[in-house]
């Protein structure tokens, strides 16, 4: 995994870079938001299609509040047009905190003498499998520092440990990993280990400022990180998720460049991201950082539901970092996946007393919802929401799910809805206390009463029946 020029492996123009700031800036400052223009592109996303990097830009440079709203309430009513109340739950799953580079935005840089350096050793792993088992997680993204030690190999071994973990009606169906770049042999040892979404965040697109604040080792190279994805796709992982951090440049800039950087999969690979992160930046353990471009509430919520309009088929993560409050209103925009009962502090899930403050030296950064998985699963059902576990496309073969939930019709009433719905019901089964499972319950029941009378409705019961009996893992 060590930065190693001549094994890049590029085979022809594809890896060539793709950013061009000029022309990034060029579309923010060209903008013409005018009112009708605006709706004319909140229509054309709610039309279903994707949004152009000019369109995309008018967005951005909307400023009026009045404009702002129509596109918050666009996001709302694409949400609503098309992905229903279904929110996928997944955990974080802190593997090691050794690193290599001196990023200034993170607590685990090499030069922060102040965090404690773990890797989990097997039955460290084992034990925090289980606790996240035991607490009803089925999804995990497994993060890992960047370091000689954790190579594609040790990647592979740690996902395989997870996989194989089983704790009573408990197992994890899907890892995904967050990890450093690797070469394309590297990244075929990882897919062979079956990972799910393999993500990597770019932090900033914007290459002056990506050489500001990465101070030391491999990650430094910025080319080297804006190619970790095409050698990926070389290596057939195509199921991959990308992101920037926002807070290190100008948001309207890096956001501009998800989207370019969504263009460039799409084009060369014809297949975008599965996912589009957006962590913004929040305290950490010797945090040394420019603040000057930190994003503020207002301009991070509008520029989610900017993201949702410009690729209106691509799943949206939300993380703990934000807090409820903030999660609440950008959940109604349509972001695909949250995670929940959240702890990254190294060997945390596993320990017995869990307390409410966090230590910033034994973590990357502060988190801002320490809701427990079962307060989370309990107010989205309160508030109408499908907490939902499901894996089911990903190991039925069908790939590029959310393309499909977007351009197949029925889709979601035949899979997804059915799918979310026999998760939610095995959570409520084995893991739910009673009054979660009462309002749990009468959240399916609401869903199976507005479902058409029909043989897809009566394998649903018969499954949902089963499920009760005791079985898990059913779905569509
Ligand atoms: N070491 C791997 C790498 O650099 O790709 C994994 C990265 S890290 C464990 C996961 C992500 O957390 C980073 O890519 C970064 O975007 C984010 N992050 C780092 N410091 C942060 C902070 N202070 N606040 C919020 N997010 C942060
Ligand atoms: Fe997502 Fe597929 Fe499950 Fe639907 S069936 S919720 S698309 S994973």
Not at 41 to 58: H, N
Not at 83 to 108: D, E, H, K, M, S
Not at 278 to 307: E, G, K
Not at 455 to 462: M, P, Q, R, V, W
Request: proline share 3%; charged share 25%; hydrophobic share 35%.
């Amino acid at each position: 995994m060590i930065f190693q020029p001549e094994k890049l492996q590029i085979k022809d123009q594809r890896m060539k870079p793709f950013m061009d700031p000029a022309e990034i800036w060029g579309f923010i400052n060209n903008a013409k938001p005018s009112k009708e223009r605006v709706r004319d592109i909140i229509a054309k996303s709610l039309d279903k299609q994707r949004l152009t990097l000019r369109e995309t830009a008018t967005l951005i440079e909307a400023s009026d509040p009045g404009l702002v709203e129509e596109i918050k309430q666009g996001a709302k009513i694409l949400k609503e047009k098309v992905y229903g109340q279904r929110i996928v739950l997944f955990a974080p799953l802190y593997i090691g905190n050794l690193c290599i580079n001196t990023c200034a935005y993170c607590g685990f840089k090499s030069t922060n003498k102040a965090i404690q350096r773990i890797t989990l050793n097997k039955e460290q792993l084992v034990s925090q499998v289980k606790a996240l088992e035991d607490a009803g997680q089925k999804r995990l993204i497994l993060v890992y520092g960047e370091h000689p030690k954790y190579d594609a190999n040790f990647i592979a071994e740690t996902v395989g440990i997870v996989y194989s973990v089983r704790s009573g009606p408990g197992e994890i169906r899907r890892v995904n990993i967050n990890a450093a770049p690797m070469d394309i042999d590297g990244f075929r040892i990882v897919k062979d280990a079956k990972i799910g979404t393999y993500q990597i965040f770019q932090e900033t697109y914007h290459e002056e400022t990506y050489a500001k604040v990465h101070l030391g080792g491999i990650k430094k190279n910025f080319e080297w990180r804006l190619t970790a994805l095409d050698r990926a796709q070389e290596a057939g992982i195509d199921d991959v998720g990308i992101g920037a951090l926002f807070g290190l440049y100008d948001w309207r800039f890096d956001l501009l460049s998800l989207v370019r950087h969504t263009n460039h999969l799409e084009a060369v690979y014809n297949i975008g991201p599965h996912t589009i992160s957006f962590p913004r930046i929040q305290y950490a353990s010797h945090l040394n950082l420019d603040q000057s471009h930190l994003v503020s509430d207002a301009d991070f919520t509008r520029l989610v539901a900017i993201l949702r309009l410009a690729v209106p088929y691509t799943g949206l993560i939300l993380t703990a970092r934000e807090s409820a409050t903030i999660r609440n209103e950008i959940l109604q925009f349509g972001v695909s996946q949250i995670d929940g009962g959240t702890n990254i502090e190294m060997g945390g899930y596993a320990k017995k007393e869990q307390t409410e403050a966090q230590d910033i030296d034994l973590e990357q950064f502060q988190i801002n919802d320490n809701r427990s998985l079962n307060e989370i699963m309990d107010e989205l059902i309160m508030q109408g929401y499908i907490p939902s576990f499901c894996t089911s496309c990903y190991r039925q073969g069908r790939t590029g799910e959310h393309f499909m939930e977007f351009s197949v019709p029925g889709f979601i009433k035949r899979f997804c809805q059915p799918n979310a719905l026999l998760t939610l019901a095995e959570y409520l089964e084995n893991y739910a206390p009673e009054s979660t499972r009462e309002k749990g319950y009468q959240l399916i029941q609401k869903k199976l009463d507005e479902m058409e009378q029909d043989s897809s409705k009566d394998s649903l019961l018969e499954k949902l029946e089963q499920v009760k009996a005791g079985k898990g893992d059913l779905y569509f």
